[in-house]
């Protein structure tokens, strides 16, 4: 019988023979290498360099890299609203086609329409939007669609109706044109002596500009 002792780091052997019913230890101690591992009776086994996480270093984990989009310049390949306001900046002057929901968004006045006035209109103007059709959290989930770098012209027809032309409200559709940006203030100074406000803060707004 073989016996496995720790000494000083290092492990021992210690071998056992059993004689006529008595068992006399043999002073056969082999000294064995802290870095030998007993696998069996008598067997001796260098285990494989390993690294600091104790994965062999012959067979390094695989590093599987984040899946991106692919860039879509003049091809066939289709992005989601998400894929493009994931990263805006990486498809910026490229040519993409983007699947989404129609959506004209109506802009409403603080105005409060009296009862006697029965064509009373509050609305103020109407924005060309292609949504993500299911909300995804935590991201945007929304392009604004441009015609020659300019909103999507989207005229007033009745009160509160518009119609942006080529463009049916909640429809799915895929819309090809360059990611674009271009800067708009959002805050300012009042002018004195009845000047024009002087803008305070700029921001960078994205669009997609369709051909």
């Not at 021992?12 to 069996?40: N, W």
């Not at 003049?74 to 493009?84: E, K």
Request: overall charge negative; hydrophobic content about 35%; charged content about 20%.
């Amino acid at each position: 019988m073989n016996t496995r002792l720790v000494i000083g780091g290092a492990m021992v052997l210690v071998t056992t023979s059993v004689v006529y019913g008595f068992s006399a230890l043999r002073e056969e101690m082999k000294l064995i290498p802290p870095d030998m591992v007993v696998t069996g009776v008598g067997t001796l086994k260098t285990p494989e360099p390993q690294g600091a996480n104790g994965a062999t270093l012959a067979d390094p984990p695989l590093t599987i890299p984040p899946e991106q989009p692919p860039l879509v310049q003049g091809g066939t390949n289709v992005l989601s609203i998400t894929d493009v306001t994931r990263d805006k900046e990486r498809f910026l002057g490229k040519t993409v086609r983007v699947q989404g929901k129609v959506v004209v968004n109506i802009f409403l006045g603080e105005m409060v329409c009296s009862p006697d006035e029965p064509a009373c209109d509050t609305t103020l103007g109407a924005r060309l939007e292609l949504w993500e059709p299911r909300t995804v959290p935590g991201i945007e989930n929304l392009i604004l669609l441009f015609s020659h770098n300019e909103p999507y012209p989207c005229p007033k027809t009745a009160p509160a109706q518009y119609v942006c032309a080529h463009f049916t409200d909640g429809e799915i559709t895929t819309v090809e044109g360059v990611w674009s940006k271009d800067s708009v203030a959002v805050a300012w100074r009042g002018g004195s002596g009845g000047g024009a406000p002087t803008p305070t803060r700029w921001e960078d707004r994205y669009f997609l500009n369709i051909k």
